[in-house]
C-alpha cells in the first residue's frame, strides 16, 4: 500500500495551494485519511483527517482556512490550503488509517506517502 501526496510548491501568504493525496493499489473511500505535516527542527503534527463517513477534522490552526475533500471519481483525497501563512511551511504528508474512524495520533496510521514540501513565503 502506497500513497503519494502531490500539489506543493511555493505559495504567497494569504494565497492558496491545493495538495492531492492519491493510493497505488486500493481505493481510498472507505478509510479514514489524513494530513500531517512537518517543520523543519520540528515534530511530526496532525492537520487534518477525513473519516469514511466524509465527517472532516481540523487542528485549530487551520479551521476555516483548510478544506479536506474525498474525490472519489478520482480517488483523491484533497488539502484545499487558502489564507496561507509562512508557519504553514512544511512538508506536507497524507497517511491511511486502518479503518473509517479518523485519530489523531501519527502512531494511529499505517501507510504513509512521501511528503510534498510546502513554501509560504513572499
Known sequence: VQLQASGGGLVQPGGSLR????????TLDWYAIAWFRQAP????EWVSCINGGDG?????SVKGRFTISRDKTKNTVD??????RPEDTAAYYCAQGRGPLCQFSAEDFDSWGQGTEVTVSS
Not at 488539502?79 to 496561507?84: A, H, I, K, P, Q
Request: contains cysteine; glycine residues 8%.
Open 19 to 26: 495538495l492531492s493525496c492519491a493510493p497505488s493499489g486500493f
Open 41 to 44: 527542527g520540528k515534530e511530526r
Open 56 to 60: 472532516a477534522y481540523y487542528t485549530d
Open 79 to 84: 488539502l484545499l490550503m487558502s489564507s496561507v
